[in-house]
């Protein structure tokens, strides 16, 4: 099992731009989520999906948008970059049991909006 | 919103030494998650505490779940180098939501 995949590894954009951050997981795992990281703070859910053709808005999901047309797969889409999105993404999956199951994490993409 | 706080935000000790972080909250969780991170890495599930007073043992760390569930620590005896990395907790809110602390970042020297 490769887990939870994501790529790219480190991505720069410009202000206005727009990417997909992809994300994939290999467990058939029900819930996939989307997390920002920034220094001194925790993680904070952008997103997230209790299963395929399912998604709902997490704590900061202004400027993002998510689909989940399989149940591998959970892209998330900078509309239009700003400053403010420069961050280490990760995206998360488990199973649908609950928030005390164990959630694999990706390694993160390092995003850098100038 | 619920919060959690972590203490201390940054501990660098010698390697041998005992330490302890915590997790605490004023509101009542129904679960709490210890996670290690390491630097260019997402963050691993260490241990996930379920009971009040529960105590849970991986080797060397020893985690403990506050009596009301609003609180946990986190003790490492005879700490090593490996034990690097940046500490989180999460508090599960609800089914699907995680309430994370903002971690602490431990240094072990040689």
């Known amino acids: 099992n490769a887990g939870v995949t994501q790529t790219p590894k480190f991505q720069v954009l410009k202000t206005g731009q727009s990417m997909t951050l992809q994300c994939a997981q290999d467990m058939n795992h029900e819930y996939m989520s989307w997390y920002r990281q920034d220094p001194g703070m925790g993680l904070r859910l952008i997103h997230y999906?209790?299963?395929?053709?399912?998604?709902d808005q997490g704590e900061v999901p202004n400027g993002y948008n998510v689909s989940r047309s399989t149940t591998e797969d959970f892209p998330l889409r900078l509309l239009s970059a700003a400053p403010s999105q420069t961050s280490v993404y990760f995206c998360?999956?488990?199973?649908?049991?609950?928030?005390?199951?164990?959630?694999?994490f990706g390694p993160g993409t390092r995003l850098t909006v100038l | 919103t619920q919060l959690l706080e972590q203490s201390p935000q940054f501990l660098s000790i010698q390697e041998g030494e005992n330490l302890t972080v915590y997790c605490n909250s004023s509101s009542v969780f129904s679960s709490l998650q210890w996670y290690r991170q390491e630097p260019g890495e997402g963050p691993v599930l260490l241990v996930t505490v379920v009971t009040g007073g529960e105590v849970k043992k991986l080797k060397r760390l020893t985690f403990q779940f506050g009596d009301a569930r609003k609180d946990s620590s986190l003790h490492i005896t005879a700490a090593q180098p490996g034990d690097t990395g940046l500490y989180l907790c999460?508090?599960?809110?609800?089914?699907?939501?995680?309430?994370w602390g903002a971690g602490t970042k431990l240094i072990i020297k040689p």
């Open positions: 999460a508090g599960a809110e609800s089914n699907y939501q995680l309430i």
């Open positions: 999906s209790v299963g395929a053709g399912i998604t």
């Open positions: 998360a999956s488990r199973r649908a049991g609950g928030s005390a199951d164990t959630q694999y």
